[in-house]
């Protein structure tokens, strides 16, 4: 039996996430920039997550001018950003300084993965509950309102999240969309990139809650790319949807910060 180490787990759950960041730079409105020391993405979208930072590996004599580039190009553009670290980060304390310059520390999340073959099959489904993969433009439109919905996201980022998925879906993202009695409820993403599986976007609607509708959108997905011969799993879990992956066998190994500067209107620089 093939034992897969810890240390991969790790890297998938940032490799995955990378390539994801990759992929939004085939929407027009987006530009992504890989760079050797730093990966990040801007675009006129004022949510930050169309503006992250990710993959920062500097050395501690870069780690000031990064930051306040990245700030400054944010300025130009009117948006917030979003800061991504993980146990690749480079400093340790890239946090700190993050901080000093006015990003909030939102998010400490876990970074989860788990081998595919242990992903229970079988999970009971609710009455009424159809999940599809969503194609086309219009079934794309269902799953970017569904899921904003769910996020409490503004109007606009639904309208945002039509446009990448459109662009992006089905060559490189896989949108899968829950039917609850006819209506659009739930939603997931997989990204096969980095060698693994990557679920993101696992969502459900306030009144379609507690059903088990999230797991079946989390597993799902994963028992798909296992039949295409992936093995490994991963995401990054929402403090509400931890108990739900750790009963599908996700294990956390790493943790996966989310650092927020909130834009112009709130910085004092």
Not at 32 to 44: G, K, N, P, Q, T
Not at 74 to 102: F, M, N
Not at 255 to 268: A, N, R
Request: glycine content about 8%; charged content about 20%.
């Amino acid at each position: 039996m093939r034992i897969i180490s810890d240390k991969l787990f790790i890297s998938s759950i940032e490799d995955n996430l990378f390539s994801t960041l990759l992929a939004f730079g085939q929407w027009p409105r987006i530009e992504v920039h890989d760079e050797s020391d730093i990966l990040w993405a801007i675009s006129d979208v004022p949510f930050p997550l169309f503006n992250s930072v990710m993959r920062a590996r500097l050395a501690p004599d870069k780690v000031e001018v990064a930051i306040q580039n990245r700030i400054a190009q944010a300025k130009s553009h009117h948006v917030p950003l979003l800061w991504w670290t993980g146990p690749a980060t480079q400093p340790p304390d890239l946090g700190d300084h993050l901080e000093r310059h006015g990003f909030i520390h939102e998010a400490h999340m876990p970074g989860m993965a788990v081998e595919l073959a242990k992903v229970p099959k079988g999970l009971p489904v609710p009455r009424g509950l159809i999940v599809r993969q969503a194609k086309d433009p219009a079934t794309l439109k269902h799953w970017s309102q569904a899921c904003s919905d769910a996020f409490g996201m503004p109007e606009f980022v639904a309208e945002a999240f039509h446009e990448v998925m459109t662009h992006v879906a089905p060559n490189t993202f896989r949108a899968y969309l829950g039917w609850l009695e006819g209506k659009p409820v739930a939603t997931s993403l997989l990204t096969l990139a980095a060698g693994c599986a990557g679920i993101y976007n696992v969502s459900t609607i306030p009144q379609a809650r507690r059903k088990g509708i999230g797991a079946l959108m989390t597993a799902l997905p994963l028992q798909d790319a296992r039949a295409e011969g992936y093995t490994v799993g991963i995401l990054h879990a929402s403090e509400m949807g931890v108990g739900v992956y750790r009963s599908l066998g996700f294990q956390e190994y790493c943790k996966i910060g989310q650092y927020v500067w909130p834009g112009e209107q709130t910085d004092e620089a």
